[in-house]
């Protein structure tokens, strides 16, 4: 942003359930620092939605709040779910809430970057040379496949029961996430993996035929297609291999999570769920961790608030069109875990190898990573 610019800009706050509320908390902190810092401000809205919804309005989200983040530039989510609410047969689930945004909204690519910052390869359960590279990116099909299908729940009398899920996809909805893709991997190292079942499914077939349609729309971006039970094994043992991977809703949820052992722990990676409605400013979309809600450390100050100030990074490249204010965040992510802060979940085991290390909580991060950006990451943001 050049001197004397001012801008608002409107972001949809959803704590959410467990750590939610905390890791949103730390990420808003973020946001409005590094605004104080470029001279823009936020206009901040908060919406009920996952279990505290359902507890205080019998819904996982109320539509009108649906509406509400649809008419903002960016929504920023923590996470949604937990025991209190997990009942299969329960007829409202938290889930919902995410459902009806990603649907509602008309989010249909998730993109989830793996990248192994080098002062952590010690926190992942993989051997140091086999880290040495890792940078990919996932981009999963969010609004179609097995999670919007038609599914009738088991019925039957005890020993004949059974249940059924449908994973439909139309070429339109695989079109334009593998275009998305081929148009992502040209301004990274040109590479497109397209992961499915294709020995075995319908669904998968037509994903190869589709994007094999389109790579010819990318003569300089190379493809190949990968089934997902080898994938998951490559991800272990040539991490470096890949440089945009481009999967269905199913497949794309359980990579992205194995992936992220790669980066030492779930709370540190990022996600942007991204539409086709641009703003004034960018791309619509809606940021958060991949973790889940880990109400097993609610509101002990231990969560990992990382993985959202991240996604913030995301937000402002994205959707509000401010590339150095997102690596101004970045850099000051790298510079805190570069002076050895940590939080719990990126400590080793041993005791040896935690000595110069730092443990803070979620808030204790929070504020040194929000002080780095005026000092050593705010020095790209100019």
């Not at 993989?126 to 496949?145: A, I, N, Q, S, W």
Request: aromatic share 4%; charged share 20%; proline share 6%.
């Amino acid at each position: 942003m050049t001197s004397g610019q001012s801008s608002t800009y409107r972001i949809v706050a959803i704590p959410g359930d467990g750590v939610g509320p905390e890791v949103v908390a730390a990420g808003r902190r973020v946001l409005d620092a590094i605004g104080d810092s470029e001279g823009f401000r936020i206009d901040w809205t908060e919406v009920a939605a996952g279990g505290n919804a359902i507890d205080r309005f019998g819904v996982a989200i109320r539509p009108d709040d649906v509406a509400l983040c649809g008419a903002a530039d960016a929504v920023l989510l923590g996470a949604v779910g937990g025991p209190k609410w997990d009942d299969p047969k329960a007829a409202v689930r938290p889930e919902q809430a995410l459902f009806a945004l990603r649907g509602g909204l008309g989010l249909y690519a998730n993109l989830r970057p793996v990248t192994v910052h080098p002062a952590l390869v010690g926190s992942s359960p993989l051997r140091p040379e086999l880290l040495d590279g890792v940078d990919l990116l996932m981009v999963r099909e969010l609004t179609g496949g097995i999670y919007f299908g038609e599914r009738a729940e088991a019925s039957g009398p005890p020993g004949q029961r059974s249940a059924s899920d449908s994973l439909p996809y139309t070429e339109a909805e695989v079109r334009r996430i593998v275009r998305l893709a081929f148009e992502l991997a040209r301004g990274r190292r040109k590479a497109v993996t397209q992961v499915d079942k294709a020995n075995v499914l319908a669904t998968s077939r037509l994903w190869r035929l589709v994007t094999d349609e389109v790579a010819h729309e990318f003569p300089d971006v190379s493809l190949e297609h990968r089934l997902v039970d080898s994938t998951a094994m490559l991800l272990v043992t040539r991490p470096a291999d890949f440089d945009v991977v481009v999967t269905e809703n199913l497949f794309g949820d359980i990579l992205s999570d194995e992936a992220s052992v790669l980066a030492g722990s779930l709370g540190m990676l990022p996600s942007a769920s991204l539409g086709e409605r641009q703003t004034a400013h960018g791309t619509f979309g809606l940021y958060e961790p991949i973790h889940g809600s880990a109400p097993d450390i609610a509101g002990q100050d231990i969560a990992n608030p990382i993985g959202t100030i991240l996604s913030t990074a995301m937000l402002l490249r994205w959707s509000l069109g401010l590339p150095e204010a997102a690596l101004a965040v970045e850099r000051a992510v790298s510079s805190a875990l570069d002076d050895g802060l940590r939080t719990r979940d990126l400590m080793p085991e041993h005791a040896a190898l935690a000595a110069h290390l730092t443990p803070l909580g979620t808030v204790a991060m929070a504020g040194a990573i929000t002080d780095r950006l005026g000092t050593r990451a705010g020095a790209g943001a100019r």
